[in-house]
């Protein structure tokens, strides 16, 4: 398992928690807009490889703040990448910790021996287009059957659970919000995310955030398919 940066303390990432973030270097997607290109690029990882944080160092922090922490929330870049997820997953569930899990869905299989082994409190997840059209936007070769599987494998769990949509203008419009909320129209949570430019990978990537009025008309779309959505600014 390899830990390329550490948030010690976070009161918003892992709903109802109180949480330290895990992140991960690598990920199979390339999106223009991601914030955290340190962890996807090569060029860049090549030097995120030479700082990681030691598996040890990291349960020692943990250990010492059993008392102030709740639960750890695992993200950027992939997780599901990490040969040894489910191993570091048990390990912090030994120690009486929630587990928060970001994933972009690329192993439905391992998702859910994940839920299955009781190894996650909390799943979030990306859906990032409409969907038949992720690879527009992950910038490489999608197989979307393999993401449908998983979005069928959160669906039929009972774990806590988001789907989310950072909205884009130019990127996202009506026709997709309906299209991607009539595949989960079961969801326990729906977040529209609106876009906000800083460090992306693309750094000519010409997106832009929606207005207040521009969100509210996408959440009632969506909400004619699903029961809990809510904006996120």
């Known amino acids: 398992m390899q830990i390329s940066a550490l948030t010690k303390f976070s009161l918003i990432d892992f709903p109802g928690q109180v949480a330290c973030?895990?992140?991960?270097p690598g990920?199979?997607?390339?999106?223009?807009?991601?914030?955290?290109?340190?962890?996807?690029?090569?060029?860049?990882?090549?030097?995120?490889?030479?700082?990681?944080?030691?598996?040890?160092?990291?349960?020692?922090?943990?250990?010492?703040?059993?008392?102030?922490?709740?639960?750890?929330?695992?993200?950027?870049?992939?997780?599901?990448?990490q040969k040894w997820l489910l191993e570091f997953c048990r390990k912090i569930k030994e120690m009486w910790f929630l587990v928060k899990l970001d994933t972009n869905w690329?192993?439905?299989?391992?998702?859910?021996?994940?839920?299955?082994?009781?190894?996650?409190?909390?799943?979030?997840?990306?859906?990032?287009?409409?969907?038949?059209?992720?690879?527009?936007?992950?910038?490489?070769?999608?197989?979307?059957?393999?993401?449908?599987?998983?979005?069928?494998?959160?669906?039929?769990?009972?774990?806590?659970?988001?789907?989310?949509?950072?909205v884009i203008k130019w990127v996202h419009d009506e026709h997709v919000i309906e299209n991607i909320a009539k595949y989960i129209t079961t969801a326990k949570a729906y977040y529209l995310q609106n876009y906000k430019w800083w460090n992306t990978l693309n750094p000519d990537f010409k997106g832009q955030s929606f207005t207040e009025w521009e969100l509210e008309k996408f959440k009632q779309i969506a909400t004619q398919y699903i029961k809990n959505v809510w904006i996120r600014e």
């Open 27 to 81: 990920c199979n997607f390339r999106c223009e807009f991601c914030h955290n290109s340190e962890f996807v690029l090569p060029e860049k990882l090549s030097e995120v490889y030479k700082n990681l944080i030691p598996i040890t160092s990291f349960f020692e922090f943990l250990e010492k703040r059993k008392w102030l922490l709740t639960g750890v929330s695992i993200c950027w870049g992939e997780p599901t990448m």
């Open 21 to 24: 973030i895990v992140f991960t």
């Open 106 to 166: 690329r192993d439905p299989e391992i998702l859910k021996e994940l839920l299955d082994k009781g190894l996650v409190d909390y799943v979030a997840t990306d859906i990032k287009n409409k969907i038949w059209s992720l690879s527009d936007l992950a910038w490489v070769n999608v197989d979307e059957k393999i993401y449908l599987q998983s979005i069928r494998v959160l669906l039929d769990s009972e774990v806590d659970y988001e789907f989310r949509t950072t």
